[in-house]
Nanobody
Framework: QVQPVESGGGLVQPGDSLKLSCVASGLTGSNFVMGWLRHAPGKEREFVAAIRWSGDNRYYADSVKGRFTMSRDSAKNTVFLEMNRLKPEDTAVYYC?????????????????WGQGTPVTVSS
């Protein structure tokens, strides 16, 4: 069973940085996409970033480009989301998600496996 597990969320002030981690168990091969989605109260789920494991293509939402960087440790099936210059509108529960290599990474509904989520609050 594939299971992603996130860590690293917390309370920070605007302009601060935070790094999320996600370790995925049960993964084999490289035909998958690992990504980050977020869900803020009163809003729809939103794509944040993703990596296509085979080929290392990376995708970012316009709202985080230039501020967030997604990276990986392939040997450990682990991904990271480095979040810089955080804004109050980045406040949300962040989910690590995994889908097959055929999915559209920017589409939240196409991911099959979800972590339990880690909350990020940006507030002064």
């Amino acid at each position: 069973q594939v299971q992603p597990v996130e860590s690293g969320g917390g309370l920070v002030q605007p302009g601060d940085s935070l790094k999320l981690s996600c370790v995925a168990s049960g993964l084999t091969g490289s035909n998958f996409v690992m990504g980050w989605l977020r869900h803020a109260p009163g809003k729809e789920r939103e794509f944040v970033a993703a990596i296509r494991w085979s080929g290392d293509n990376r995708y970012y939402a316009d709202s985080v480009k230039g501020r967030f960087t997604m990276s990986r440790d392939s040997a450990k099936n682990t991904v990271f989301l480095e979040m810089n210059r955080l804004k109050p509108e980045d406040t949300a529960v962040y989910y690590c998600v995994i889908g097959g290599s055929w999915i559209t990474p920017e589409s939240p509904n196409e991911y099959t496996y979800w972590g339990q989520g880690t909350p990020v609050t940006v507030s002064s």
